[in-house]
């Protein structure tokens, strides 16, 4: 929302039209998909016999005309008007003659008016349209930009070879080029990262120095028994990731770090290490993960990786009977439970820890903040270990979370199989389907993943029934089974539970399977429609397969014959981090005139991948700023400080506390 002369600088266009770059209107040819610009010679609204209105314009500019038509919006004759100039885009038909029929369609202006080489185009505000946006923009921009100042340390723009705000302002609103319009846009980013870095950097400050953490003592006690009893050796990166949390562990500041681990690279292990850690000081570690299948999972993984050590974690789940419940609890609160693993019914009243000394909370990502730091006050002040297995390119990660401290894991450990990606068109459904016939009649599992989008939620759905209706029936030999985002969590969990002990063969289901679910003999995965998923999504439901020794296969079953490029590229790679930088570039790069990015960050401004070099220089600058001043509380730091808290009010909360 624009409400202050600051947010109506920084509403900036989403996009440029270079004039020089559209097609010229007689050179637009059937079958191709084109920009233009041209002015407007000609409205009519015509009815088709069938009842449809269609408003038809003509458009014209110095190469000559086209016709552009909008079946059902007959309601455009009230805003296109005869003079205005019209910026559309579209695939040009043959229709009684050329035609474009305009995906996208914005008034630039009135004829006389002269929009300039680069045009700005605004994403269109509550109330207000594009051309309104537009108009306001222009009338101010000369009395407003030089309100703002320039408040960065010295030399940072320059090194960067970028203008001063006031400059970067107008560039932005009024470029002579697209060149000169992203400099402008690059020198506001490094205000809007900088002003985030020092928030997310004062939130780190106090998570670590707020309250005092515990310095455990590495006992090599129980750390050493679980290293030794391992069935293989842990990977190159498990050990620099222990070696990184065991460094912080021992310090006195609290450990607020994220352990980033591709799918199916042993965060498990890791995570147990440091447990261990706070059990050998004689604390209690606790590890909440978010559905009661994933904390199952954990329980089994956990159980079987201390039983060498003659240790048993305990498992704390909503659903368990009251009595169990009240045992569990008295277990936890005189300290006879050193490992506890659970859902959110850790952090439910009554749950009450003897010593807790580390918290681990996998998925972090799908708990509130309220839950999180729920279960970080049940202790003293415990250090907290993050798990995710989401991989987000290194930009996203520092902007994130860049609260807190980092580790990655990208290998998989030894004795897990190889996973293969194919592509297959309409041609070899057939041939996919009997494979996984012979697959489930042979003793095996497979998953058959559709999508489900908002948009077209119900036949979504009712693709999914009837998938799974015409395979049990084909199959009469297969059990098959069903789960979606609409079949209550209780009976979803059943039917997952029958899947995981092998009572199902054959899982139909919508994404709702995509984080953690651990079926080691389930070795096929077959995906409809995968044009239709980004391709971070992809990899997470590619990660359920593989999970055993036995190799596995991941089939993209399209609809058309033409395999998409972005398709390919994600079946010749299994690396999580690069299909991250993929689906980050592929979500900020939108339509035929670059539509804003949709990206998972709410920034004005910065824009990823292109911007990272600005990210890492705001990060390191922020930190020695608040090394040296932790409330920014220096005259040098006020106006700075001021700045990051009109921009993220949530800040104001962080510097209060200094």
């Not at 191709?32 to 610009?37: L, N, P």
């Not at 590229?569 to 570039?585: K, M, Q």
């Amino acid at each position: 929302g624009v409400h202050t002369t600051l947010d109506l600088l920084m509403h900036l266009p989403h996009r440029y039209i270079d004039a020089s770059s559209v097609t010229p209107l007689a050179q637009a040819r059937v079958g191709d998909d084109v920009a233009c610009v041209g002015t407007v010679a000609s409205t009519g609204v015509l009815p088709t016999r069938k009842g449809l209105r269609i408003f038809h314009a003509v458009l014209r500019d110095n190469s000559g005309v086209l016709e552009c038509a909008w079946p059902g919006q007959a309601f455009l004759d009230r805003t296109i008007k005869v003079g205005q100039i019209l910026l559309v885009a579209g695939p040009i038909r043959f229709y009684h003659g050329r035609q474009m029929a305009p995906r996208e369609m914005v008034i630039l202006g009135e004829d006389g008016d002269d929009p300039g080489r680069v045009l700005p185009v605004y994403p269109a505000t509550e109330g207000l349209s594009h051309k309104q946006v537009r108009a306001v923009i222009d009338a101010h921009l000369d009395a407003l930009a030089p309100l703002v100042t320039d408040i960065l340390p010295e030399g940072l723009a320059e090194r960067f070879g970028l203008p001063a705000p006031a400059d970067a302002v107008r560039m932005v609103h009024r470029p002579t080029s697209i060149a000169e319009a992203e400099a402008g846009r690059r020198r506001l980013a490094i205000d809007e990262l900088l002003d985030l870095q020092l928030m997310l950097g004062r939130a780190r400050h106090l998570a670590r120095h707020g309250q005092r953490g515990t310095p455990f003592v590495v006992h090599r006690t129980l750390t050493t028994a679980l290293r030794e009893s391992l069935p293989w050796p842990l990977t190159g990166e498990q050990k620099q990731a222990v070696r990184e949390i065991f460094d912080d562990m021992t310090q006195s500041d609290r450990m607020h770090r994220l352990l980033m681990g591709d799918v199916g690279t042993g965060k498990t292990v890791v995570a147990l290490c440091a447990m261990l850690l706070a059990a050998e000081n004689g604390y209690q570690a606790a590890l909440m993960a978010p559905t009661e299948l994933l904390a199952e999972q954990h329980y089994r993984t956990l159980v079987s990786l201390l039983a060498p050590l003659g240790m048993h974690p305990e498992l704390l789940l909503g659903r368990l009977g009251a009595a169990d419940k009240r045992a569990a609890r008295a277990r936890l609160a005189s300290g006879e439970t050193k490992l506890v693993v659970g859902t959110h019914a850790l952090v439910q009243e009554g749950v009450e820890f003897e010593r807790l000394g580390l918290v681990v909370i996998d998925e972090q990502h799908r708990f509130g903040v309220e839950q999180r730091s729920a279960l970080m006050q049940k202790g003293e002040a415990p250090d907290v270990l993050l798990l995710t297995a989401t991989p987000i390119p290194r930009s996203l990660a520092l902007t994130r979370y860049g609260d807190l401290d980092m580790s990655v894991l990208k290998e998989r450990p030894p004795g897990r199989g190889t996973i293969r990606t194919a592509v297959r068109t309409p041609e070899g459904r057939e041939r996919v389907f009997e494979f996984v016939r012979r697959l489930a009649a042979e003793g095996g599992q497979a998953y058959i993943v559709l999508p489900v989008i908002e948009e077209s939620e119900r036949a979504d759905l009712r693709a999914a029934e009837t998938m799974a209706t015409t395979l049990s029936a084909k199959w009469p030999d297969v059990t098959v089974g069903l789960v979606h985002g609409r079949v209550k969590p209780p009976a979803r969990e059943k039917m997952m539970r029958e899947f995981r002990d092998g009572t199902v063969s054959v899982l139909v289901a919508t994404t709702v399977i995509e984080v953690g679910i651990d079926v080691p003999n389930a070795t096929v995965m077959v995906i409809e429609h995968p044009e239709r998923f980004g391709l971070a999504q992809l990899h997470q439901l590619r990660g359920r397969v593989g999970r055993g020794g036995k190799d596995s296969h991941c089939i993209l079953l399209t609809n058309g014959r033409n395999v998409p490029d972005r398709l390919k590229a994600f079946a010749a790679t299994n690396d999580g981090f690069e299909i991250a930088e993929l689906d980050l570039a592929e979500r900020s790069h939108g339509d035929l005139l670059g539509a804003r990015q949709s990206g998972g960050t709410d920034f004005r401004v910065a824009r990823f991948p292109e911007d990272t070099d600005i990210l890492a220089e705001a990060r390191a600058l922020a930190r020695g700023m608040l090394d040296r001043d932790p409330a920014l509380e220096a005259r040098e730091h006020q106006a700075l400080r001021e700045r990051a808290v009109t921009r993220y009010p949530r800040a104001e909360v962080l510097f209060r506390v200094g």
